[in-house]
Every structure is written in C-alpha cells, then in structure tokens.
C-alpha cells in the first residue's frame, strides 16, 4: 500500500493514503477490506482455508468484529518472525 502502484490504488478508491489498518484486495474494478479482503483471500488458497469462505454470509460488522479480533492478537497467538520469508518468482507475480 505503501509503494507508488499501491499509493495510485488506494487513490482511484478513495481508500486512505496514510492509514493501513486492514489488509485490501482489488479485484478488478472492485476492493474489499478487512474480513471481506480475508475471506476472498482465503478461498483461493486451497483446503482448509478455502472451507473458511463459508462466513462471507455473516453481515461485514460480524466478521470484521472476529477478523479484528485476530489482526489484534496475531503475533500473541502465531508468533513472529525476525525476518520476511523470500517468495519464489511465482508467488511475486500476485503482489505488487
């Protein structure tokens, strides 16, 4: 979000240039955040983490209550690393 293509993203929706609370997924012409970006996120993945889609019924004030939840306890419950793991040149072309 930070990078220059990032930066004219979050222009062209109006989204917030400076504040980088939730994780964002364009798609297209549209943009999703928090639980909605994590769940269309989670359904390409793959089983198990596709199966979690399940919850894009909820109303979005429901899910961002359990995904803010998670964002918030991240580190405490999974741990952190001490550095990024390298992605391989295939895993770089779905990222800006």
Not at 5 to 11: S, V
Not at 29 to 42: G, K, M, P, Q, V
Not at 76 to 95: H, N, Q
Request: hydrophobic share 40%; glycine share 4%; with cysteine.
């Amino acid at each position: 979000m930070q990078s220059e293509t990032g930066q004219k993203l979050l222009k062209k929706f109006s989204l917030s240039l400076s504040e980088f609370h939730s994780v964002v997924l364009i798609d297209d012409d549209e943009y999703y955040t928090s639980s909605s970006a994590a769940l269309r996120i989670a359904k390409e993945l793959g089983f198990f983490w596709n199966t979690l889609y399940v919850f894009i019924f909820l109303p979005a004030p429901v899910r961002n209550f359990f995904y803010n939840i998670i964002a918030n306890n991240r580190y405490k419950w999974f741990g952190k690393k001490d550095s990024c793991r390298i992605p391989t040149p295939k895993l770089k072309e779905k990222f800006l």
